[in-house]
Structures are given as C-alpha cells and as structure tokens.
C-alpha cells in the first residue's frame, strides 16, 4: 500500500495551486462583495485556465484533457476548491463527465467545444417538487415522431446563467414496477434559445456568492431526437455512469477549503496574544486545532481512497457516498472551529473565513444531501444480509 | 543555436521555514517540502523563450543531486526542457565541484549557452556560472535582466549597483538569470503528464571522474538569535531620539 503521490500528482498539486493562488485570489473579494462575476474578468481568467491546460483537465487526453487518473483529479480538484466557488467553477470549468456519452456529431456539437472552453454545460435534474425523490420529477419529454416535446420547470440549476446548453433530465414514459408505476427518464441536450425554453435568475441564498442557480422553464420546447444523450428512457444509466463521480469533486472541494479555514486558523492561533500568551498553547484552542487536523486528514484519505478505488474501477456507491458524506460534515466542523478559534474577527468579511463557513453549508445538501449519503450507505450494508 | 543547457538545483521550498537539527549538524530535510530553486526556473524560462523564438533547438536541464532530484527535472520536462540529465550525488558539493561537474557535462553536451540561477536559494554561494566560466574559458554574464542573441554574440543587460549595464560576450557563454529577467510560466497540466515520455538519463557522479578538492566542510549549523522585541514610536522625531539613544546614528 503506497500513500505517496507521484512526481505528476505532486506537480500538479503545485501548478493548480499556483494558479489559484496568483490568478483567483486577487479577486475573491470583489466577487463575495458584489455577488457578481463581471464578464470581462471572467473572459480573462478563462483564458487564462485555458492557457495555463487547467481548463477541462477532468476530460480523457483522446478527447482533449489532461487525462488525469481519478487521484490526480481528486488533488487538483481540492486545489481548485481553495478559491471562491464562482471563480474557481466559472473560470476554470469542468464539463460534466456525462458528455463523454456524446455520440457522432453530438461530439463535435457539445463534447470538443465544451473541453476547448467555447460552449457551457449546465446540468438539470432538480425540480421544486423533485429533490431527493428525483424519479418524482414532473418534467416530461414525450418523443412524437421525431422530436421530443418538453414541458416542466427545473429549479436551482447551478451557473445556468453561464451555460451554452443544459443536459436535461425528463420524464419520457413510464412502466409498470413491483411498486407501482415508475417513471422512465431520459437525458437530452438543449441549447439556450431553443423557442418555448426560458432561464430564469434563481434564489438569492446563504453560500457562494456570485454561483448563481436558475429556473429552468419548458413550454412545448421541441428538440430533433438527435439531441437525445444515451437511449431512450435509459436517462438514468446515463446518469449512474458518469455522475456518481461528481460527489466525489464536491468532497475534493471541501477538503481544499477546510484546509485553508485550518491554515488561517493555526496562524492566528501563533500570532494572536491574550493573557500574555499565544493563544495556541490554551488547551482549549490547541485541541480544536488537534481534532480540526484529524478530521480533515480523516476526510482526505477517505476521499482519495475512494477516488483511486476509481482509477481502480472498484469504487461502489458507498464509497463515493461516505467521502462526501465525510467531507463536507468535516468542512462545516472545520470552518465552524477556525471561526470560534478566531473570535470576533472571524466573523469579519476582512477573512475568508465566514464565507467558508456560510458556503460550507450547501455541501451538505446539494448532490445528495448527508442522510442521502447515509441511505446509500446504509442500504449497501443490509442488502447483502437480504435487508 | 544548437543547444542550450540549463542548471537545476533541488532546494528547500521557498514557503517552507528552515529548521536546524537538534545536533547542528544541518537543517531538516525530512518530510520538507523540495522545489526547484526558483533562480533555476527563471534560468530556464529564458531558455524556452529563445528556443520559442526560434533561436534555439534543444534545452537540456541538468542537475546534480540525490535520486529525488528527478522530481524536480520532471518539473523542468513539463515546463518544456527537451530532455534532462541527472549526475547522482548525495551530500554537500562545494561550488568548485558543482562547476568541474557542470563542466564534464558541457564537454559531452557542447551547448552553445548555459544558463544558470544566479545562486541556489539553499547555500546563497553564488559562485557556478563564474567557475563555470573559467573553467570552459568562456565569457560569463551574471546576474541577467535581459537577454538577445545576435547571431553568434549575445547581448546582455545586468543589474549592477551603477543602474543598468549591457554586455555583449560571443558564444558560446554561459551566464546567470536574475530575478527581473522574466516571470516562468505556468506548468501546463497536459505537459505533466507527457513530461513522464521525455528522456532522463542517471549519471552516477563517480563516473564523470570529477576532481573532489574537499576545501570545504560544514562542520556545525545554528539558526540565526531570534529578533528582540521592538518599541513602537509614536513619529519620526521619537525615532530618531530613540535611535540616538542608542547611539545608532
């Protein structure tokens, strides 16, 4: 058992750190402030990811990536995540895995522009009244000769504001189930302006400022059944097949900004004074830091386990399960000590620190909530016991 | 131009706080973190530019250190040297040793230009490029804020204490880059992955017959007195009382 990175995986650790520390930071504060991603700084830091071949670097290298093995992905997503949410996601994209399910000329449409930085993808499965329950969705694609029909409304669609085109996810039929009819799904590609599809701004919310979500409206949108990603009512396989390794970028993310809420948080642990001393050698600030640096490490093995079970092609559902589950229950630990250790000042927006801790609580919600994750786990233990 | 031959040291990163070792005997090198010393990626930055000009064929990174050296000369690969060289040594190489090794792979390699860092961030010696120099019996430029070729000469300005100084030595030279002379590029996340492709010859130091003079030894290491605390004074005019105070000016 080897738990060293190699040469590759260390460098790359390096250049993505290096990026975001010199190219993302500059402007975390005037994003947080202004909730707002102004388009010509986002055309430049674009180019910039581009340049620097950070863009797309999830993608194959047949397809134009970087090619990097699910570990290297894990540290370069961690990287990533250290920075604002809106810049780090914006500008430096990742295209759904799922549009590796492209085929013919879906792939010069959707798949190349996508990893060359020209079109954006957005993802839409959640409806107001599809959450958890997503096979529950009311959006329907009815295929009539050779065009599908689609009626519905999507909500809390992340940086469709942004997107070229959204993978859409609709109710295409249904069947007959032991427990009752089920709904078939499948999965389609739908560009921006196709007539009787609408984006709407979403909800002003708590975490990550200027990553906006939107309502997504259907009214008799038509699409050409070429536009269909995967086969008929098979949207889900689509799904299982290339998304379960999205919670495990949502557990990468976090275990970046817990590590930098825990650096600031030993720095002001050595700098601070109160009664005459470093604030670090009170037993009660050094066992946060102790117990903060355990959970993190915890979560760090755990997700990187998870994500060389991958490369492995062993991962299951629990594992993918109990890293986010793992990472992101640490993060709001983490960043909620880092504020405590820091008093007052934490709660400043002079800091980072308070808006890791606000954006800290969507990802315990958003791609599987944690009683999701604890369902999936859960279950992987008692079915085999015939539970 | 044929051939350019860059140096690259393995130094302790320049974030990384050194510590001494209990028994003085060197600084903590266990389970620190290892860059290439940041003068080297200048060094080597120059280099792509003038073979990105098209002034310039192959780039060759060389360094001397131990086997955990290839780490860092698989940073230079994926910045873009073309192949590199490792000559294996482990312990400490005095500036006359690091320069006669230097200058047995000059003889084998024949670049028409060595660039170096100005000095290794570690020891602060400064000292290869000018041994180098006499060594080769070439012309030398230090210190390196601007650099053109001009067919078989190149021009050279460098930071001096007087401003700005320009040089024009004939090839092939070898010289040193300093801090202003560019800004390196990111290391494309692509290139990482191909780097593995590229190739990196071992040497063993042994091998080169190097002449050791063993002039040098480091026989104890101390950390520098931790600062006194400071007074904070209220203007200028309290500065320079408390300055004579102490009879500082």
């Not at chain 1, 329950?133 to 694609?141: F, H, I, P, Q, S």
């Not at chain 2, 080169?208 to 931790?226: F, R």
Request: net charge negative; proline share 4%; hydrophobic share 40%.
């Amino acid at each position: 058992m080897n738990f060293g990175l190699t040469d590759e995986q260390s460098m790359i650790v390096k250049a993505t750190k290096d990026f975001v520390e010199n190219e993302l930071y500059p402007y975390e504060k005037e994003v947080e402030e202004t909730a707002f991603l102004r388009p010509e700084l986002h055309r430049e830091l674009k180019q910039k990811a581009i340049d620097a071949g950070l863009y797309a670097a999830n993608m194959p290298v047949e397809v134009g990536g970087a090619g990097l093995d699910p570990v290297a992905w894990i540290l370069y997503e961690k990287e990533l995540g250290k920075a604002h949410y809106a810049l780090h996601y914006n500008c430096v994209g990742r295209p759904s895995n799922i549009l590796l399910a492209c085929e013919g000329e879906q792939r010069e449409k959707y798949l190349f522009p996508s990893i060359r930085g020209e079109r954006v993808d957005c993802l839409a499965l959640t409806e107001p009244s599809a959450g958890s329950d997503v096979r529950g969705m009311k959006t329907t694609a009815i295929l009539q000769g050779d065009e599908f029909v689609i009626n519905g409304t999507k909500h809390f669609i992340s940086h469709a504001d942004h997107a070229d085109f959204v993978i859409l996810f609709a109710a295409s039929g249904e069947e007959e189930s032991p427990r009752g009819k089920k709904k078939l799904i499948t999965a389609l590609l739908v560009d921006m302006g196709t007539p009787g599809f609408e984006v709407r701004p979403g909800y002003k919310n708590v975490s990550h400022r200027g990553y906006n979500n939107c309502i997504l409206e259907f009214n008799d949108c038509r699409v050409p059944k070429s536009q269909m990603l995967g086969e008929l009512h098979k949207g889900f396989e689509v799904a299982n097949t290339w998304l379960s390794a999205t919670r495990l970028q949502v557990a990468a993310t976090c275990l970046g900004r817990a590590e930098r809420a825990l650096d600031l948080a030993k720095q002001w642990s050595v700098d601070r004074v109160q009664f005459g001393q470093q604030i670090g050698k009170f037993q009660g600030v050094s066992f946060k830091l102790a117990d903060m640096a355990l959970e993190l490490r915890a979560a760090e093995l755990l997700t990187l386990e998870a994500a060389w079970k991958l490369g492995q092609g062993t991962a299951t559902d629990s594992d993918m399960a109990m890293a986010k589950l793992k990472a992101t229950e640490m993060l709001a630990m983490v960043a909620d000590e880092a504020l405590q250790i820091h008093g007052g000042m934490g709660l400043m927006s002079d800091l980072p620190l308070e808006r890791i801790w606000r954006d800290a609580r969507i990802e315990r919600i958003w791609d599987g909530t944690s009683e999701v994750q604890r369902h999936i786990i859960s279950r992987s233990l008692l079915r085999p016991l015939g539970g | 131009m044929r051939k350019i031959l860059v140096g690259i040291k393995r130094v302790v990163d320049y974030n990384v706080r050194i510590r001494v070792k209990p028994d003085n005997s060197g600084v903590v090198l266990d389970g620190v973190k290892m860059s290439v010393n940041p003068f080297d990626e200048i060094a080597l930055e120059e280099a792509l530019r003038i073979r990105e000009r098209g002034e310039a064929e192959e780039i060759v990174a060389v360094s001397i250190g131990p086997d955990d050296a290839q780490q860092q000369l698989r940073t230079a690969l994926a910045m873009g040297a073309d192949r590199a060289i490792l000559v294996k040594h482990d312990g400490m190489l005095e500036p006359l040793t690091v320069a006669k090794t230097l200058m047995a792979i000059v003889s084998r390699e024949q670049p028409e230009l060595v660039i170096l860092g100005k000095q290794a961030i570690d020891d602060d010696n400064s000292q290869a490029t000018q041994m180098l120099s006499a060594l080769w019996d070439r012309p030398q430029v230090t210190c390196a804020s601007k650099v053109e070729i001009k067919g078989n000469t190149l021009s050279v300005v460098r930071e001096v204490d007087a401003g700005l100084e320009t040089l024009e030595v004939d090839l092939p030279a070898v010289i040193s880059a300093d801090l202003r002379l560019n800004e390196p590029r990111y290391v494309k996340l692509p290139d990482i992955m191909k780097a593995k492709k590229k190739p990196l010859d071992v040497v063993e130091f042994a091998s080169l017959n190097v002449a050791t003079p063993g002039q040098l030894t480091a026989t104890h290491y101390e950390p520098p007195k931790a600062r006194a605390k400071g007074v904070m004074v209220k203007d200028v005019a309290e500065l320079i009382s408390a300055l004579k105070n102490k009879g500082l000016v």
